[in-house]
């Protein structure tokens, strides 16, 4: 069974704080994404990355960078979290065009 | 970019019903489309999906539905049962190199005893 996990589950931030999302899979995809999910706007994709090195910007890019430094992690970085950035966010894996994976989400809260 | 609108973002039916959720997409070069199903407080996981090449697809009780002229797909779920009440999301992807899924935002369907 295809795996993703990601960590930390729950997270409270202070503003103007750093935070790091960290995601693992252990499918050997190439693809991995980040997404936010927030009632109202479903699942919006922040960063991806087609294989190790590379980075990808989504659709809401901005405050967020992305870290893919090999084929089975891939991080999200808040640099300077605001509380607009309260959200679940979740880590998927996958092949161009076919199933996502997603990991278990993580909840952010940024106070 | 592509934006996948996803019509109905609550939808009620009885046990036994059918459900239909219906989705729209913007960019005729969209390819790929597949469902995924949210539990109450859970990740998701896939359903089903389909692609350009046809029109309809069936597993058990789901059906998805193509209208690549219109832009649009649907999901079909039929003699619905209590465990299939969840969120359910649609998406769209391109054949391109490198191209990510995007979602519609969600509906939330409820199956009533």
């Known amino acids: 069974e295809a795996a993703v996990t990601q960590s930390p589950r729950n997270k409270v931030a202070v503003t103007g704080g750093k935070v790091t999302l960290s995601c693992n899979q252990t499918n050997n995809h190439n693809n991995m994404y980040w997404y936010r999910q927030d009632t109202g706007h479903g699942l919006r994709l922040i960063h991806y990355s087609y294989g190790a090195g590379s980075t990808e910007k989504g659709d809401i890019p901005d405050g967020y960078k992305a870290s893919r430094p090999s084929q089975e992690n891939f991080s999200l970085i808040l640099e300077l979290a605001t509380p607009s950035q309260t959200s679940v966010y979740f880590c998927a894996s996958g092949e161009q065009q076919d199933t996502q994976y997603f990991g278990p989400g993580t909840r952010l809260l940024v106070l | 970019g592509e934006k996948v609108e996803q019509h109905e973002s609550t939808l009620s039916v009885r046990e036994g019903d059918s459900a239909v959720i219906n989705c729209t997409y913007t960019d005729t070069a969209s390819s790929y489309f597949p469902w995924y199903k949210q539990e109450a407080g859970k990740s998701l996981h896939f359903v089903i999906d389909?692609?350009?090449?046809?029109d309809r697809k069936q597993s058990q009780r789901l059906i998805v539905l193509l209208d690549k002229k219109a832009k649009r797909f649907s999901l079909h779920i039929t003699a619905t049962q209590p465990e299939d009440s969840a969120i359910y999301f649609c998406?769209?992807?391109?054949?391109?190199?490198?191209?990510?899924?995007?979602f519609g935002a969600g509906t939330k369907l409820s199956v009533k005893p």
């Open positions: 389909i692609r350009s090449n046809v």
């Open positions: 998406a769209a992807s391109k054949n391109n190199n490198n191209n990510a899924p995007r």
